[in-house]
Nanobody
Framework: QVQLVESGGGLVQAGGSARLSCAAS????????MGWFRQAPGKGREFVAA????????YYTDSVKGRFTLSRDNAKNTVYLQMNSLKPEDTAVYYC?????????????????????WGQGTQVTVSS
């Protein structure tokens, strides 16, 4: 059974940092793109960031560029989202996702339909 388990959320003050982790189990995703989405209260789930299978390519939504960094450790089957300079508008449930498409060079999917596996989400609350 494939599982993506997020961790690292919590309550953070504005301007602070948090690091989210997403650990995969049940199969390896070392040849698959992975990404993060978030959903704020009353809003739809939006794309945050994606990373290619090798880690050589990343893509970020404009609102987090320069503040968030996505990385991966394929040996640990884990991706990390480092979030700095957090703002109250970053408050959301953050979801990790993995694509089933394998080995595509520089592939950083940005749409929900491009992902096949999803975690349960972790809450990040940024207080002002």
């Amino acid at each position: 059974q494939v599982q993506l388990v997020e961790s690292g959320g919590g309550l953070v003050q504005a301007g602070g940092s948090a690091r989210l982790s997403c650990a995969a189990s049940g199969r390896t995703f070392s040849r698959n793109a992975m990404g993060w989405f978030r959903q704020a209260p009353g809003k739809g789930r939006e794309f945050v960031a994606a990373i290619s299978w090798s880690g050589g390519s990343t893509y970020y939504t404009d609102s987090v560029k320069g503040r968030f960094t996505l990385s991966r450790d394929n040996a640990k089957n884990t991706v990390y989202l480092q979030m700095n300079s957090l703002k109250p508008e970053d408050t959301a449930v953050y979801y990790c996702a993995a694509s089933d498409s394998s080995g595509i060079y520089a592939y950083t999917p940005k749409e929900r339909y491009e992902y096949n596996y999803w975690g349960q989400g972790t809450q990040v609350t940024v207080s002002s």
